[in-house]
């Protein structure tokens, strides 16, 4: 079957605007979670979501970002007044409940300039 | 103390030999421990996952699993060129539903 799926695959923006990430997980998966991934650092925890509510907001680094699932499926990462330390590749996991395996998805580049 | 450690390496070792990755975490609580292989430019993909003290076997690969002594490994037999990518530890600390993840072993196979 599909996998997770994530759009842009790149995105290059200018200081001070607002981005949106998509992210569509693979179908049945209940739980979706958003990671980052700076250049020469770990993988980043952001956020969680089971069905559409984020019980884990805690990864988030600052009020800028926001993100939303609706339907229990699709998913929005939101950065808003980008900063260039957000330049980063965003990924997606989804699994079929917590605590499942998490599956990735190709990533978000997300360069700021 | 980082949640999940791992030796960044570099990691070298030649075709057909056993390369051994190691993990250590620092939550007595956590349960479930998962091996992820990254290549250059890409999202990282499952290769293992264990929840149970012991070894579990797939094909090439083990995970080890050692809850008292808090660590997990995995060892890659008769490794291959195509083994060469970073290795990711991956633990749900204590009830955390998301996932912590080590720093990562960058793995060189020599031809």
């Known amino acids: 079957g599909a996998g997770v799926s994530q759009s842009p695959s790149n995105k290059v923006t200018e200081k001070g605007k607002d981005v949106e990430l998509r992210c569509d997980p693979i179908?049945?998966?209940?739980?979706l979670y958003w990671y980052r991934q700076s250049l020469g650092q770990g993988l980043e925890f952001l956020i969680y979501f089971q069905g559409n509510s984020a019980p884990d907001k805690s990864g988030l680094p600052s009020d800028r970002f926001s993100a939303e699932r609706t339907g229990g499926s699709v998913s929005t990462l939101t950065i808003q007044r980008t900063q260039q330390e957000d330049s980063a590749v965003y990924l997606c996991a989804s699994s079929f409940g917590s605590m499942e395996t998490q599956y990735f998805g190709p990533g978000t580049r997300l360069l700021v300039l | 103390q980082k949640e999940v450690e791992q030796n960044s390496g570099p990691l070298s070792v030649p075709e057909g030999a056993i390369a051994s990755l190691n993990c250590t975490y620092s939550d007595r609580g956590s349960q479930s421990f998962f091996w992820y292989r990254q290549y250059s430019g890409k999202s990282p993909e499952l290769i293992m996952f264990i929840y149970s003290n012991g070894d579990k076997e797939d094909g090439r690969f083990t995970a080890q699993l050692n809850k008292a002594s808090q660590y997990v490994s995995l060892l890659i037999r008769d490794s291959q060129p195509s083994d060469s990518a970073t290795y990711l530890c991956a633990v749900n600390v204590g009830s955390a539903r998301q996932l912590t993840f080590g720093s990562g072993t960058q793995l060189t196979v020599l031809p």
């Open positions: 179908s049945g998966h209940t739980a």
